[in-house]
């Protein structure tokens, strides 16, 4: 059974930091992209950044570039998103999904699999 399990999210004050967390499983990991969704309340879903777990290529939307990074975790199977420079509209929940192949993109319809979500609030 595919999982993927976000953590890491919680309050904090505009320009504030946090890691966010993905753990995967019940699939061939190196074999798949990641990436970071979010979507704040009558917002729709926006793709945030992305990782090619195959060669390590990232690619990231423009409203998160320079603050946002996302990498391959410590812990096996696990992918982080470092978020530095937080401003109130970064509030959301924020999803991990995992799409087959080694393309980075930022669209929801190409992603097979979602977690449930962690909530993120910015406060100013």
């Known amino acids: 059974e595919v999982q993927l399990v976000e953590s890491g999210g919680g309050s904090v004050q505009a320009g504030g930091s946090l890691r966010l967390s993905c753990a995967a499983s019940?699939?061939?990991?190196?074999?798949?992209?990641i990436a970071w969704f979010r979507q704040a309340p009558g917002k729709v879903r926006e793709g945030l950044a992305c990782i090619s777990n195959s060669d390590g290529t990232t690619n990231y939307a423009d409203p998160v570039k320079g603050r946002f990074t996302i990498s391959r975790g410590n812990a096996k199977n696990t992918v982080s998103l470092q978020m530095n420079s937080l401003k109130s509209e970064d509030t959301a929940v924020y999803y991990c999904a995992a799409s087959p192949g080694r393309f980075c993109l930022l669209h929801p319809d190409s992603m097979n699999y979602w977690g449930k979500g962690t909530l993120v609030t910015v406060s100013s």
């Open positions: 019940g699939f061939r990991f190196d074999d798949w992209t």
